[in-house]
């Protein structure tokens, strides 16, 4: 193994929201336009193939030096950050890459995507167009990840998610006007799990729906014994918007609890 051979691992961040908000007829100009971009940033050696619904893959050949692969990100995430036009729209996108080489990842090249895969989903847990480099310690990352998911799933049932209520006062005579619902999740072996940690997961899996309606009817059941002049607040995730029958499951819960809307 003379020279090395990397894989890029491409994937398009919240495609799904920028489908939404476009529509599908955009999305597959998006990807047209990405799959143009890409092949416009590699060498005429190296080989650009669309994997998934919103993912590509570079193979990179001959390098003498993996860093060289993050030069060619950071050329790609600069053709990427320039507006996509569609029509009379613009519509702005990012990117997350994960990078694995061989023979310094592994001389196996079926492990490669693989490798490259987590990579990429660690990078996605910072801001868009970043990347990571595999490490073995990406693997025990996201296994305790994929673990906690799982695990997250059945906290409701478990009753291991609470809410507990943050006070917020008035500046003008500092009493107390509102309380901000904020969730908690006590895991039963590893104790206090913060919501930058948990709720991120519960977004990735769709369990945030069910988490989110769930929190609603708690903070209203509990709100509705509080005296009538003290608000609740309820955080929402983006996910939640974009969710079918959402001002109707909102506005079941007030009725249900005897919420004026206005508190």
Known sequence: WQNKVAVLYVDIDDFKGINALSGQQ????????????L??????????????????????????????????VDKVCDAIDKPFVLGDKKVSATISVGIAATPTDTEDPRDLLGYAEAAMKHAKSTTGNSYRFYEEALDRTLLLRRQLKNDLAGALRRNGISVVYQPQFGALKNEVVGFEALVRW?????????????????????????LGKWILEEACREAATWKKHINIAVNMSPVQFRQGGWPEILANALRQHRRAPGR
């Open 39 to 72: 092949k416009s940033c590699v060498a005429e050696k190296d080989i650009v193939a669309r994997i998934g619904a919103d993912q590509f893959c570079i193979i990179q050949e001959q390098l003498e030096k993996v860093e060289e692969a993050g030069v060619l």
């Open 26 to 37: 955009s999305g597959d100009e998006i990807l047209s336009i990405m799959a143009t971009r």
């Open 186 to 210: 006590q895991h039963p072996q590893r104790g206090a799990i913060s919501p930058a940690e948990f709720i991120p997961l519960a977004e990735e899996s769709g369990f945030i729906l069910e």
